[in-house]
């Protein structure tokens, strides 16, 4: 059974700063992975599948990298509209999201 | 535009039942698996079900299996989650998401493009 887990739980940036976001799986899961936006009230939004590729209309401050069971979301500059929580999801099995990063405002 | 619109929750009892629909529109509805996903209050995203395009296939999380039945009515060009013998551990907001590939639905490959805004389920006595 695959686990997935996400780190940090909680991550504090200024806007303007780079943020890094990690995904890991209990085993390989390929580049059969991706990353949602959720914010308050609303529900989640595809930004990348396939480990790297940007989901329609996602802007390029939004990249992916990883596979096998290490991931990484990464946004270059954030803006005030990116503090959300921010979901990974493998599909190499039936869908399993890790637990989240809330990025906040620091 | 794709749209989703999810309808059907409320509060229910233990063990009663609640049947969700998913109204779909702006895409070919028939030629899409469909997938529902629930939200517990303050937590993570889990995945519940999913139908294949012409509803021959469905699939179930082990949490849900044997007391939600997934279906869909392309007709009508809607998804349906009927729900039994429901437990607090159900309460959540259940989103329906739109598989992002046409045709037949596999155990990989599943992620979704499009979802609700979601409904709430509430059981409580």
């Known amino acids: 059974e695959i686990v997935m887990t996400q780190s940090p739980a909680t991550l504090s940036v200024s806007p303007g700063e780079r943020a890094t976001l990690s995904c890991r799986a209990s085993?390989?899961?390929?580049?059969?992975l991706a990353w949602y936006q959720q914010k308050p009230g609303q529900a989640p939004r595809l930004l990348i599948y396939?480990?790297?590729t940007r989901a329609t209309g996602i802007p390029a401050r939004f990249s992916g990298s990883g596979s096998g069971t290490e991931f990484t979301l990464t946004i270059s500059s954030l803006q005030s509209e990116d503090f959300a929580v921010y979901y990974c999801q493998q599909y190499n099995n039936w869908p399993l999201f890790g637990p989240g990063t809330k990025v906040d405002i620091k | 535009q794709v749209q989703l619109v999810e309808s059907g929750g409320g509060v229910v009892q233990p063990g009663r039942s609640l049947r969700l629909s998913c109204a779909a529109s702006g895409f070919t509805f028939s030629s899409y698996g469909m997938h529902w996903v629930r939200q517990a209050p303050g937590k993570g995203l889990e995945w519940v079900a999913v139908i294949s395009y012409d509803g021959s296939n469905k699939y179930y999380a082990d949490s849900v299996k044997g007391r939600f039945t997934i279906s869909r009515d392309n007709s009508k060009n809607t998804l349906y989650l009927q729900m039994n013998s429901l437990r607090a551990e159900d309460t959540a907001v259940y989103y329906c998401a739109k598989d992002h590939r046409w045709g037949p639905i596999a155990v990989a490959g599943n992620y979704f493009d499009y979802w609700g805004q979601g409904t709430l389920v509430t059981v409580s006595s």
């Open positions: 085993q390989s899961v390929s580049s059969n």
């Open positions: 396939g480990a790297s």
